[in-house]
């Protein structure tokens, strides 16, 4: 099992940016793909941005395609999602997601407990 936490939210102009981080602990970080995902108020969760395990390989939503990019750090265990361009859209809480697969599935075996970012207009 593993253990994710993130960090990173707050609140920021519209156009600006923000870099969230996602630690893991417990088993072998190398073993998970990593998701990012956000839910907004009165909305579903939905998927954000995915890495495969190994780091190769990313993929986006198209609402964020452009102005965001994930990322992971192997030495220091954590996924990183730098987001650009920020609208208030982008507004939601921000989730972590790792999968026991070498790309990511979009599904989340584990899960953060979330961090908000609040984007003003």
């Known amino acids: 099992q593993v253990q994710l936490v993130e960090s990173g939210g707050g609140l920021v102009q519209a156009g600006g940016s923000l870099r969230l981080s996602c630690a893991a602990s417990?088993?072998?970080?190398?073993?998970?793909?990593m998701d990012w995902f956000r839910q907004a108020p009165g909305k579903e969760r939905e998927f954000v941005a995915g890495?495969?395990?190994?780091?190769?390989?990313?993929y986006y939503a198209d609402s964020v395609k452009g102005r965001f990019t994930v990322s992971r750090d192997h030495t220091k265990n954590t996924v990183y999602l730098q987001m650009n361009s920020l609208k208030p859209e982008d507004t939601a809480v921000y989730y972590c997601?790792?999968?026991?697969?070498?790309?990511?599935?979009?599904?989340?075996?584990?899960w953060g407990q979330g961090t908000q970012v609040t984007v003003s207009s």
């Open positions: 997601a790792a999968e026991m697969t070498s790309r990511p599935l979009r599904r989340g075996d584990y």
């Open positions: 417990g088993r072998t970080f190398s073993s998970y793909a």
């Open positions: 890495i495969t395990r190994i780091g190769l390989n990313t």
